[in-house]
T-cell receptor, first 114, second 115 residues
């Protein structure tokens, strides 16, 4: 079984400042890791994922996350946030075999203010 | 349609009433998932279909919850004798293939409020 911990329920930040959203996971098997974003009144959208290979993965809108196996972490970072990044961010894990049964964290609300 | 469609978007049910929530996945997607998201929580897995076969229903909280996908496309999640603790957003997701690496696309969800 897997579990995910997102320690920060809310992260306020000023526009153009850097941000890190923390995610730790536990699993007894090999995993895939995901970050999903949920904008107000919209469904969950995949932001980025780690399957294998390079431990640093990037999204098209400037976010990146690094898989750290020894620390069982998959923190999400962005060097300079925009107002439009305000949303709820969910970290999720699934086993790497079988179907994609996602286990989600409780989410982190990123609040970007001018 | 272009994405996963769920209906209704909002449902208010009196305690004890039966409800049916519909999911239209992306056309051709093999895999379909249902998740339950309580207020302030992350989504929790309910059940998984590969085409019309329900391969995992380990997340269904009780025998009042029932899901089907009879023709391998549209799916319905039914909740019998609703209770207040069933109040949540019910999310449907579909993916093209069955593997763990395949991207899942989520609908906007159905917000169920049991009064």
């Amino acid at each position: 079984a897997q579990s995910v911990t997102q320690l920060d329920s809310q992260v306020p930040v000023f526009e153009e400042a850097p941000v890190e959203l923390r995610c730790n996971y536990s699993s007894s098997v090999s995993v895939y890791l995901f970050w999903y974003v949920q904008y107000p009144n919209q469904g969950l959208q995949l932001l980025l994922k780690y399957l294998s290979g390079s431990t640093l993965v990037e999204s098209i809108n400037g976010f990146e996350a690094e898989f750290n196996k020894s620390q069982t972490s998959f923190h999400l970072r962005k060097p300079s946030v925009h107002i439009s990044d305000t949303a709820e961010y969910f970290c999720a894990v699934s086993g790497s075999t079988g179907f994609q049964k996602l286990v989600f964290g409780t989410g982190t609300r990123l609040l970007v203010s001018p | 349609g272009a994405g996963v469609s769920q209906s209704p978007r909002y449902k208010v049910a009196k305690r004890g009433q039966d409800v049916a929530l519909r999911c239209d996945p992306i056309s051709g997607h093999v895999s379909l998932f249902w998740y339950q998201q309580a207020l302030g929580q992350g989504p929790e897995f309910l059940t998984y279909f590969q085409n019309e076969a329900q391969l995992d229903k380990s997340g269904l909280p009780s025998d009042r919850f029932f899901a089907e996908r009879p023709e391998g496309s549209v799916s319905t999640l039914k909740i019998q004798r609703t209770q207040q603790e069933d109040s949540a957003v019910y999310l449907c997701a579909s993916s093209l293939l069955q593997g763990a690496a395949t991207e899942a696309f989520f609908g906007q969800g159905t917000r169920l409020t049991v009064v």
